[in-house]
């Protein structure tokens, strides 16, 4: 039985800006120049989020000529979603037993 969650994809999923920019390539494939305009996020600082988020595993790039598109990897997420599904479960059987347990 899962005890934790991954901590990578999550500390990576805990910033403002990184959820954002997984929630707009949840949408499609975007380029940083896209992602620039989409979130008003300087260069640099978007660069920095996406390299997290790539070294968290949850995102992947693919050159294209002078640009680098990002996309999700949405294996990463199901995975994710699935250890929290796991965890609630869990936390439902222990909910379940102590309600037996419960004193009177």
Sequence with gaps: MLTSVDADPLRALAD???LRIVALLARETLCTTHLVEET????T????????????GLVETEPCGRF???????AA?????????EL?????????SDR?????
């Design 16 to 18: 403002p800006l990184r």
């Design 40 to 43: 008003g996020a300087k260069q």
């Design 45 to 56: 600082n978007l660069s920095n989020h996406l390299r997290v988020l790539r070294e968290a």
């Design 68 to 74: 680098t598109y990002y996309r999700l990897r949405p």
């Design 77 to 85: 997420l199901e995975a994710l979603a699935g250890q929290f599904t």
């Design 88 to 96: 609630a479960a869990a936390a439902r059987a222990t909910v379940d």
């Design 100 to 104: 037996k347990r419960a004193c009177p």
